[in-house]
């Protein structure tokens, strides 16, 4: 990755959609999960961990396997990439 500025955040590039778990699928649970975790210099998710939720702790596992497949563009300091701790990310489960 080559940064577009000497200084910059980490970004985004790809967050996959988690797998709803069937048991709360098949009771109409609803609910969110705040997952926090490290980007590391290459835009990969480390020691991913659950810091907060709203509903069942049946989200909680489906949060943290698909937070292990966030893919970053990380951030830059004086050009080089760098590690950034506690990036925290909700992933909300509704039932459309």
Do not use: C, H, W
Not at 42 to 70: H, Y
């Amino acid at each position: 990755m080559i940064p577009t500025r000497d200084v910059q955040d980490y970004v985004p590039l790809f967050k996959p959609v988690p797998q709803y778990p069937r048991s709360a699928l098949a009771s109409s649970q609803e609910g969110s999960v705040v997952v926090e975790f490290s980007v590391d210099e290459a835009g990969f998710v480390q020691n991913p961990k659950v810091v907060d939720r709203i509903g069942s702790k049946v989200f909680d596992k489906p949060s943290l396997e698909v937070a292990k497949r966030f893919r970053y563009a990380p951030a830059f300091v004086d050009g080089k990439p760098v590690r950034t701790d506690g990036v925290q990310n909700r992933i909300v489960y509704e039932i459309n």
